[in-house]
């Protein structure tokens, strides 16, 4: 039993300063975490019982889908990050360190190479696959903005499982399995989930997808198809295959055009001065190149420059995740300045790309199709092009996917509008393929006595983020509204009695039945504290049933309140214990 | 199910070449741990199991003690350890590092400072206390000699609390309680313990045990008596009141005594050329004077003598735990080079002592009591001096226990013997008092209204040093031989059918009854491997009870052995499962 007199915890009346979503606001107001660092937390008691009914959920359907729990240090010698390249390409994400000897170490962000080399130290034949390895630890990441409380941290507890097989065939079973577990642990914790295709990120590999918890607070925005069961990450959107253009346009032509600075100035100045004979002009119509800067993990930075049609905005993030390991950035004026071929506001293909004399890598985005013609920068003070021609005019370095999604984008699986919204990413499922596997020599013999590379793939699933995104789902404007799965109880009782009174004594006897019925309760035995204090106290640490003994007692009953739905209702004193056990195992 | 065709575990047959100690050796060859780093193990499936039981049974009495869990992280702020002078004091054996924004970090080695900040944030009347919270952690401490496997790792699983008191008997209280819930949590564990006095160490603070599991591959020695219930840690022995010397000595006197570079040669000459008359001179009547150099923290360096008699052996570890945080070696060429008003062999105590020429700080034995009289360098190459009286002709800059305890030395409690054991640290228990609380301002509101600072106490069990010492304790040259509290499974199940014979179908149907009976079963059902295999296998894993599903099925029969008494019987085979369940119950 937890008795209020006792526990530690103070629930606090106003919201942390830092504190800007609801999960953080509250978590640390119930008394549940509280900072201790930059992006690290100290688990209170409560919170800590959360968080360990979480982790046992997890733990259950990793074991009963046939995966076997390890447990690495996070304390990691370089060499074996070095030899996949990791060590460098984490970048600034990474945190690393010097031992008393001067030897590099890091913490691990996950542990890929150490899984791998794991089982390729006790395991070499066929026989010995499939297997699934999964560990529940701390993990470690430096990130450049820790924000939103558990959501994004530095220092949080993380699932993460690794499977291997001997094929194809057999990862794609591993995956499906994997992907099974999630769906049944993310159900049991009671959070809504979305499945959305995903970028491979700094991890290498092929087919990924993404457990999101639509929330508007989360920090991953993606699409989903109005009429199909299409989804993805914004930043894995493809927009499919787009068909070439196949007109015939007028020979290219420069266009004096002063004045137009913006897009919107010269569309205007084009249906004015050559307006089209079949429909206006439009920002469709025009191409606009912008700079960026790449900054690789070795430290290095290149210049990118990158097409898209007039009308769209570039989204930095979506081109980040192509590009990844590097991080992008606009191009800053000290960028440009080392590009003085450049007319700011006036650049066009011509003055682009690896071949061009500016020697600047150019890439266009996916909707800027062969054969389609645009009106651009001509490298020329007020200068334009018109009927640019792609691949007879000009040609670039490749293409990306470079243009912020917007709602009504047509999906790439069937042409049907695409919504968006925002989620927490609370899982990830990955087939990462032979590149670890191939890097640091995971080999078995197969059925014909040769040696082969395993194949992998890397699931993992956010523990302590699980918890801010449970409490993102279940409050409201007075506190926490805990599923019952995970709640640090399953009753909050409440006595508003005073020292050694009816209800006090009442209150005592209820608490100890509910516990001898096998129910955790928390029971707010406090003397001399109001019984307003006591609901708000109730409200905010979100039990899901709240039992208060008070005035009701003189006619004999108990009030019983859920804290989901806000029913309350008086039981007999006699049925209290029955009525909160028969709610108790409904699940509601 | 544990089923060996499947469990990630691969047994070795050699010992590895790193391991010095019979638990690192069984650990490593039985598939617990692995090595992944210096001073850092992964933890298989296996001992994973068994680390996790041992977490629950500390779990377990702490919560039943009152304690109240929580959970800090390990990546920690400077700023604490700083005002505490922790992050100077604990000098290499603390893991820094530097954030991306350049800030210092520490992995914390203990949490005193967070623990006492957060009730300072959290509470503030007397009637808030007392409070106990722990937490299960993860632990990092930049060891100069990881060795041992899991008895001294670098990154570790340590059980730490702290008390919090308004006076010195709540403090009493709670350590009495600590102490009690140690006694309860170690017998539980199987493992024996002495309770010894211990040194503060690094962590300021007056009254200090040690629990010592006495086995001797520990790292601690410790005394006990041979009469009374005296017992402490080498390093924390104090001599006791021992009186002065009232004899009357000639005044002192130069001894030219050519050729006597060693404490033997000098009381051969004695004996040759100066006899006493009531006695021969022995080793007891020198005083030998021996040169330290100190490294503090902040990584000055401070030259040190100490004088202590001709015949003891100087015990600079014991010398080290009374200067801590200091770290202490002999002076070494270089360190005498500096001091060339030193005779080396020929030391005395006319040269020592912050106001001697030398300006060294000179402290003696506390066995050289005042009045006593020695034989000593002159401070001249094959001159001694005799009749040196402490007190008369010399004084030290102070008294320390710095000889080597040596079995048969007095008891400081009731002058018996003292015999020497070693052992492992198992558990520290501290009270603390208020430093911490001083130096971060943790006072509460007594009753009368006034500020008052609070008392501390500290108390920590090495969890995943428990699991490596419930090893020491129980094995045999075959392998390991867990407690059944703490063993990964609670049968070992051991078919040595073919494909589809009858000894296997029984072994299967044998494997699920035990399962149902609700007991945990490692079964071994690798067909092709041969029982010598399986039966040496079984005896490395160590579980506790272990049954054979063999040849006697022809006559009805299953053999039942028992790991720990090496007892085997052949059970009819409808007796076998209540023959385990019984055997499990009784706890044998």
Redesign the interface.
Known sequence: MLRLT?????TLRDDPSDAEVPSHRLLVRA?YI?R???G??????LG?RV?RKVEDIVRREMDAM?A??????????RENYEATGRWTEYG??L???V??KG?D?L?GPTHEE?FTL?VK???SSYKDLP?S?YQIQ?K?R?E?RPRAGLLRG??FLMKDSYSFDIDDEGLALSYAQHRDAYERIFQQLGIPYVIVQAMSGAMGGSKSEEFLAPIEVGEDSFVRCTQCTYAANTEAVTAGTIAPDTATYPASSDLPSPNCPTIATLVEYLNTHVPRTDRPWTGADTLKNVLLSLRHPDGTTETLAVGVPGHREVDVKRIEAQLSPAEVTALDDAGFAQHPQLVRGYIGPAMLGTESPSGIRYLLDSSVVPGSAWVTGANTKEVHVINLVHGRDFTADGTIEAVHVEPGDPCPQCNASLEIARGIEIGHVFQLGRKYAQTLGLQVLDQNGKQVTVTMGSYGIGVSRAVASIAEVFHDEKGLKWPRAVAPADVHLVSTGKKDDDITIAAEKLAHELEQAGLEVIFDDRIGVSPGVKFKDAELLGIPTVVVVGKSLAEGTIEVRDRHSGAQENVPVADVVSRVLAVHREGR
């Open positions: 006792q526990l530690f915890l103070r008394g509280r201790a660092a930059p690290g937390y100290t688990w209170l008691p800590w968080l046939g076997q729990e390890v447990h690495f240090p996070a304390l990691l010698p600034d994400n945190f690393r360190l031992d008393r030897a170490y913490l150490m794991l130290d006790l395991y297997v390895l701390t470690y430096d450049a530095r220092e």
